[in-house]
C-alpha cells in the first residue's frame, strides 16, 4: 500500500517515521516475519500510539514499501553516477556491490528474501538507460543495444546475486575481474558520445 501523505514534513514527521522503520528493521533482522509483524507490536516497541502510527503510514506493509524504496533510491543514484563518471563507469558492477554490501536496510531485506523486487526494478531502469544511450548516440540499433545492455545487465545481477549468496567473501578478487570483462564491453562504445548524451539529459 502507499505511504500515507502528511501536510508538511518537519522534524518531528522525519524522527517519527525513522523511529518506526527502525523498528520494523530491528523487528526483522531479529528474525520475525513480515506477515507476523503488527502495528501494535511497533507502536509498543517506538513507545507511540496508533493514532500516529496511522498518520504516516496506512499498515506495516507501507513501512516496508518505504524501506525498499529507499534502498532503490540509492542503487539507481549508484548506476546514474557510474554512468556519468567516466572513472568510475566500468566499475559499476563494483560500485553497487560496495553498496549493496554497506548497506544495513538491504542486508536485512535481503536475508528476508524481501529484495527482489528491488533488485528487479533497477536492474530494468539500468538496463533501460544503457539501451537508450546507445541508440541515441548511434552505437547500435534498437535491437543491438537492447541485447549489449540485457547482457551486460543481466550479467551484473547474476555477480550481484552471487555475491550475496556468498556473503561477499570473495568481493576484492571478484570485482576486479568482473571490471575487467566490463573493460572489453565499454570498448565496443565510443565512450565520448555517451558523455556528451548524458551531458544532455541533465540540460
Given at each position: 500500500?502507499?505511504?500515507k501523505k502528511t501536510r508538511k514534513t518537519d522534524r518531528r514527521t522525519v524522527y517519527t517515521r525513522k ?185
Amino acid at each position: 500500500m502507499e505511504v500515507k501523505k502528511t501536510r508538511k514534513t518537519d522534524r518531528r514527521t522525519v524522527y517519527t517515521r525513522k523511529i518506526i522503520k527502525d523498528t520494523l528493521i530491528g523487528l526483522l533482522d531479529e528474525g520475525t516475519h513480515a506477515e507476523k509483524i503488527t502495528v501494535s507490536r511497533i507502536c509498543k516497541i517506538s513507545q507511540i500510539n496508533r493514532c500516529t502510527f496511522y498518520l504516516h503510514y496506512s499498515d506495516v506493509y507501507s513501512v516496508l514499501g518505504e524501506l525498499q524504496k529507499e534502498v532503490e533510491d540509492v542503487l539507481t543514484k549508484c548506476v546514474n553516477a557510474s554512468l556519468s563518471d567516466e572513472s568510475r563507469r566500468q566499475d559499476i558492477c563494483g560500485v553497487l556491490f560496495a553498496s549493496l554490501r554497506e548497506n544495513k536496510i538491504y542486508q536485512v531485506l535481503s536475508r528476508c528474501n524481501l529484495t527482489s523486487t528491488i533488485l528487479k526494478r533497477v536492474f530494468e531502469y539500468s538496463k533501460t538507460l544503457l539501451a537508450n544511450l546507445c541508440v541515441e548516440t548511434k552505437q547500435f540499433k534498437r535491437r543491438e543495444a537492447e541485447l549489449f545492455a540485457l547482457f551486460l545487465i543481466s550479467g551484473c545481477a547474476a555477480v550481484s546475486e552471487d555475491q550475496v549468496f556468498n556473503n561477499w567473501k570473495s568481493f576484492e578478487k571478484d570485482n576486479k575481474f568482473v571490471t575487467k570483462i566490463l573493460d572489453q564491453l565499454y570498448a565496443m562504445l565510443d565512450i565520448g558520445k555517451i558523455n556528451l548524451a548524458l551531458q544532455r539529459g541533465k540540460q
